[in-house]
């Protein structure tokens, strides 16, 4: 039976949020908002129930892009492209991409902190936000206290040193970054180090990094050997 068909007016939070999560699994998205929104209605300070929501929102704007993206792609092969707009979400939303999905999450996540101030998850989704933004202050305030949340959490060391970094504060971001580093030693780590290292022009550091770099990394590798190469 369609939704709009079916009351669930009566129903309680618990049987709301299991129906909602099965209209989702099966596509409804729309649908299964709708029925989160009246399991928040019901509990407006749950802080769990926002975030699920969020969470449901932000995955459904990810698929969003990535449809719009692939059409995109299609539309550049066949010469029926549209001017590259300025703001890439923008552009996006030429081919399908629902920027209103992701503006949600961004609001539940809000909603979530607003009850549950611990939820390093809901957090680390608004500082990433700001940090796209080029927010970078108010990001870097985000960071610190994921980091103080989740202290096992290498993204948010890396992307808190990287704010740094654009910030100007380089000794702050070479330290962040080493933490990063131990924490998650991969290729995209050891680069922004590298990075880090190069724009102090320490470069006995920035070999040392290259070196680690390369057998993770060869493409960030020459990237950090690149000496025009000062950008982030």
């Not at 960071?143 to 040193?161: R, V």
């Not at 922004?192 to 990094?209: C, D, P, S």
């Amino acid at each position: 039976m369609a939704f709009g068909c079916t009351n669930y007016d009566n129903l309680p939070p618990d049987q709301l949020t299991t129906k909602g999560r099965q209209l989702y699994q099966e596509g409804n998205i729309d649908d299964a908002f709708k029925l989160f929104k009246k399991a928040i209605k019901l509990k407006p300070d749950s802080a769990d129930l926002h975030f699920e929501l969020g969470s449901m929102y932000f995955r459904a704007s990810q698929k969003s892009y990535d449809d719009a993206l692939q059409r995109s792609l299609s539309a550049a092969m066949s010469g029926d492209r549209h001017k590259q707009d300025p703001d890439n979400d923008k552009e996006m939303t030429r081919y399908g991409y629902r920027l209103d999905l992701y503006t949600s999450a961004l609001s539940e996540f809000n909603e979530t902190l607003k009850y549950d101030p611990s939820n390093w998850k809901a957090r680390y989704f608004i500082g990433t936000d700001l940090f796209n933004h080029k927010k970078y202050n108010e990001a870097i305030i985000e960071f610190q206290k994921i980091i103080q949340l989740a202290p096992d959490y290498s993204n948010g060391f890396s992307l808190l040193g990287e704010a740094y970094s654009r910030t100007g504060q380089d000794q702050l971001a070479i330290e962040t970054l080493k933490r990063a580093v131990k924490l998650e030693p991969d290729g995209w780590n050891y680069y922004q180090l590298g990075m880090a290292y190069k724009r102090i022009q320490n470069w006995g550091k920035v070999e040392e990094i290259a070196q680690k770099l390369k057998p993770l990394d060869e493409m960030r590798y020459k990237a950090l050997k690149d000496p025009s190469n000062y950008s982030w």
